[in-house]
C-alpha cells in the first residue's frame, strides 16, 4: 500500500476522498467520546476534574503519534529521496507541535489543582514532553532558516531522526523516574486500570483524535504537493 | 442530559479553559490546512492554465 501512495497522483487520487471520510469519522468519535466523557460521573480522586483527561490524553497519544510520522517520512526522505515522503514530513510538523501544545495547555490546567502546580520542572514526563513540542518548532525553524530548501529539507530531517529518542524517554518516564505524572494506566500489561465508564470515552476520542489528525495530514500533504507545482511552473515560467 | 454534562462544579476554570484551548487548536489546524490547501491548488492551476496558453 504505502508503495502504491509514493505515487503523487496515486496519492493524490487516494487522498482526495480519504481525507473528508477520515474526518468526518474522527469528528463523530470526538463527539460521541465526549457526550460519555462529559456525562461521566466525578472521580473519587480527580472528581470532575477526569473530564481534562478525555481531551488531554488523546492530544499526547497523537503528539507522539506525529512525531513517529515525521521520524517515518524522514528516514524515507533522506535515504530513497522520495520527494513525497519530504512532503509529509514537512506537513506533520504544525499538526505535531499543535497537538503537543493542546497536551501541555490542558496538562497544566489539569495539573494546577490536582498538584498545587502549573508545572514542576523536576517531573521528567512534563520535561520530554516539552522536549518534544520544541522538537517540532526546532524542525519547522531548521527548514525555514536554510533557504536551499532541499538543504533545508536534509538537516531538519536529521533533526528529526534524531529527536526520536525522545520517544522512548516520554513513553517510559513514568517508569524510569519518579515523577509526579500518574504511571501507564491504558496501555499496560494485566490490562487498563481505568474504569469502563472512563475508558469508553477515553478510547473513542483517542480513535476520533487518532482519524482527525490523519485526514489534517493527508490534507496538508495535498497542499504541500500543489505548492511544489505551483513553485515548479512559477520556475519555469521565469526560465522560459 | 445536557445540564449534567454542562455542570463541573468548582473545577469550571480549569476544566472549560482546557476544552477552549483544546478547540481553538483544532480550528487553527482545520482552518489553516484548508485555506493552505486551496491557495496552492488555485495558484498550481492557474500557473498550468498560463502554461498551457
Known sequence: MFAALAN??????????AAPILGVLGAGLVGYGLWLGLNAPPDYQQGETVKIMFIHVP?????????????????????????????????????????TGIALVTGMLWGRPMWGAWWVWGDARLVSVLVLFLLFLGYM???????????GARAAEILALVGLI???????????????HQG?????????????V????LLLTG????????ALWLARIRAEVWRRRATSLALRAALA | MIDHALSVGKYAAFIW??????AVGFAWMIVDTLARARRWRRKADSLEKHKES
Open chain 1, 8 to 17: 503523487p497522483a496515486r496519492f493524490m487520487a487516494f487522498s482526495r476522498w
Open chain 1, 59 to 99: 492530544a499526547a497519544w497523537v503528539s507522539m503519534m506525529a512525531y513517529a510520522c515525521l521520524g517515518g517520512a524522514s528516514f524515507f526522505s533522506l535515504v530513497f529521496r522520495h520527494a513525497l515522503a519530504d512532503a509529509a514530513a514537512r506537513a506533520v510538523a504544525p499538526l505535531g507541535a499543535i497537538f
Open chain 1, 141 to 151: 525553524a531548521l527548514r525555514a532558516s536554510i533557504d536551499d530548501e532541499a538543504k
Open chain 1, 166 to 180: 525522545n520517544l522512548p524517554i516520554i513513553k517510559y518516564s513514568v517508569e524510569w523516574w519518579n515523577t509526579l
Open chain 1, 184 to 196: 501507564e494506566s491504558v496501555m499496560r500489561a494485566g490490562g487498563s486500570a481505568l474504569a469502563p
Open chain 1, 198 to 201: 472512563y475508558l469508553t470515552p
Open chain 1, 207 to 214: 480513535a476520533g483524535y487518532s482519524l482527525a489528525f490523519g
Open chain 2, 17 to 22: 479553559p482546557a476544552y477552549g484551548a483544546s
